[in-house]
């Protein structure tokens, strides 16, 4: 786990070149076990074929030797029912089987035994043997069993040339045994056949005994013809069915070698064809080779496309990003990464990189606005402020605490900032910063006053005027008006209206159901006058001394705005 954390992690730090070449590579893998895969099928097909093609050209060649056997055997019984022959008549036996010597190029040798293995006629009559043939195993089991019997390996006593003997008892017309008829099938005939029947490059057609003795192969017959089987081989001949196997021939040749023992046709000989291995799989393997060889071009050409379109559709624009925010981050406010949108991944993130740097641009170029705008309204607020506590501590109120009529401004001015600022000191909701003023002085505020207009969103300065206002004359109603009565309330309507191409909010304070009023006697007090002056430069007031109640006329510019 541990070791696989740290591969992650070291891949992880990579560069992209690298990452690519190795997702390159892990894309491939599957590519590589397909080709693997269908290479390893492929050549276990040719395999499974080259077994079963060897298996097939021992058994035909074992068929071919079969049908050779089998006309020697139909000779030798037809023959040994010719009655010279069948009663051992020497000079009509003789004259016979020279007439047919010339049609028998297969055989060196036809001769007629007598039941004690001496010979009594036959071709070719060169040389009689005085011991006979009463010693060979041939000569005993053809009398023992009755049936044609297939020799042994053998130099022939009247040609003295390797042969296969083929030997059938000949019986008299009583049915009694009394000979044997045998054949001697030249082994140089039988190679030669072989060698017009043909072998595969590099194969391989071996003909052997019972005893393992090679009577007959090619290539190389002169060679192997009457050695022996190798040791490790003999156990084929006594196999229970026809197989293949592996090996490496005495020729030094590595074979697939199909065999049929001596217990399959034709009965007594085992016959065995070998296939080269270079030769049989040389395809499929210059086949494999070259389908590695393509894999690994492939592979190759794949991981330089990579790397070449890598570079040019990922690296460089990742680079050149990077490179664009580096120098935009020491300074080079011109710097931009220069990727157009729509250009795939890369191409929207350098877009939105790049219009995320001209957003920080205007933001901080606005932020410096907004720092000058701000210093300003801070000494504007400073000076309200100071105005304020001038004109409250002016007053000549014999007995009476200032500093809560001061709080209570400060706090309508402090409202009407937090209203501001929540709106980024752009507009302030008109609805909202009246409410801002009632709710702390007015209990039950639904009742006792009632805020009926259209939306609308005044400048700051204008807000901040108008809140002073308000709170004045919600102030006075308290203290003298309907507010300061259990059942009197205030209606605040405002509506806008045109005049002179300009936007005008008019707004109307009336009281209600309160206590009669009178005009003040003397000069205005100190709310009066702040009324009359707040909205100074923007708009205007009118107060009315109703005796149902205070009424109060506000008018604002709308276009044009003052600065506090």
């Known amino acids: 786990m541990k070791s696989r954390s740290a591969w992650s992690a070291?891949?992880?730090?990579?560069?992209?070149?690298t990452r690519l070449i190795a997702l390159s590579l892990a894309a491939l893998i599957p590519g590589f076990a397909i080709v693997a895969f269908t290479q390893y099928q492929v050549n276990r097909s040719r395999h499974l074929e080259v077994e079963q093609l060897a298996v097939r050209s021992a058994l035909q060649g074992a068929f071919e030797l079969d049908r050779i056997i089998s006309d020697v055997k139909i000779l030798i019984a037809t023959v040994s029912h010719v009655p010279d022959?069948?009663?051992?008549?020497?000079?009509?036996?003789?004259?016979?089987?020279?007439?047919?010597?010339?049609?028998?190029?297969?055989?060196?040798?036809?001769?007629?035994?007598?039941?004690?293995g001496h010979l009594r006629c036959g071709f070719p009559p060169t040389h009689v043997p005085e011991e006979g043939f009463a010693e060979r195993p041939y000569f005993r089991d053809a009398l023992q069993s009755g049936k044609p019997v297939i020799g042994e390996y053998t130099i022939g006593k009247i040609s003295g040339r390797p042969v296969l003997p083929i030997a059938l008892a000949i019986k008299d017309q009583a049915g009694n045994t009394n000979g044997v008829i045998v054949a001697s099938l030249d082994l140089s005939w039988l190679g030669d056949m072989l060698q017009q029947r043909g072998v595969p490059p590099g194969g391989s057609l071996t003909v052997a005994d019972r005893n393992g003795v090679i009577i007959a192969r090619q290539p190389f017959s002169d060679r192997f013809v009457g050695t022996r089987i190798p040791t490790p081989y003999l156990r084929l001949l006594t196999a229970q069915q026809p197989g293949w196997e592996e090996v490496t021939s005495q020729d030094g040749t590595r074979r697939v070698l199909g065999y049929v023992p001596l217990?399959?046709?034709?009965?007594?000989?085992?016959?065995?064809?070998?296939l080269s291995t270079d030769a049989s799989y040389r395809a499929v393997k210059d086949a494999t080779r070259i389908g590695v060889a393509l894999v690994i071009s492939g592979a190759l050409a794949t991981l330089l496309a990579t790397w070449t379109m890598g570079s040019r559709v990922f690296v460089r624009p990742i680079e050149q990003i990077t490179q664009s925010l580096r120098m935009w981050r020491s300074g080079d406010r011109l710097a931009r990464t220069r990727q157009v949108a729509g250009n795939g991944e890369i191409g929207n993130l350098g877009a939105e990189l790049d219009r995320l740097m001209d957003e920080i641009d205007r933001s901080q170029e606005q932020q410096g606005l907004l720092a000058g705008e701000l210093e300003h309204r801070v000494k504007n607020t400073l000076a309200t402020v100071h105005a304020l506590a001038v004109s409250t501590m002016n007053k000549e109120i014999a007995g009476k605490e200032l500093l809560p009529d001061f709080l209570a401004r400060i706090g309508a001015l402090a409202r009407t900032h937090e209203v501001l600022t929540r709106e980024r000191w752009e507009a302030a909701d008109l609805h909202k910063l009246l409410i801002g003023v009632f709710q702390p002085l007015v209990g039950n505020l639904d009742l006792r006053v009632g805020l009926i207009g259209p939306d609308v969103e005044l400048p700051p300065a204008e807000a901040l005027a108008l809140t002073m206002v308000v709170h004045e004359l919600c102030t006075n109603a308290l203290k003298y008006g309907s507010l300061g009565s259990p059942n009197g309330r205030v209606e605040l309507t405002w509506a806008i209206v045109r005049r002179n191409a300009g936007r005008l909010l008019e707004m109307t304070w009336r009281e209600k159901d309160g206590p009669a009023i009178q005009p003040p006697s003397g000069k205005a007090g100190f709310g009066t006058r702040m009324i009359e002056r707040a909205l100074r430069g923007s708009g205007s007031v009118a107060i009315e001394f109703d005796p149902s109640g205070l009424i109060c006329r506000i008018e604002i510019a709308l276009e044009k705005s003052a600065e506090i």
């Open 263 to 274: 217990s399959a046709p034709p009965v007594g000989l085992y016959v065995s064809a070998g």
């Open 85 to 116: 022959v069948r009663d051992l008549n020497d000079a009509g036996c003789s004259s016979y089987l020279a007439a047919l010597r010339s049609d028998l190029p297969n055989l060196n040798a036809l001769v007629i035994l007598d039941s004690t």
């Open 10 to 17: 070291k891949f992880s730090g990579a560069s992209l070149r």
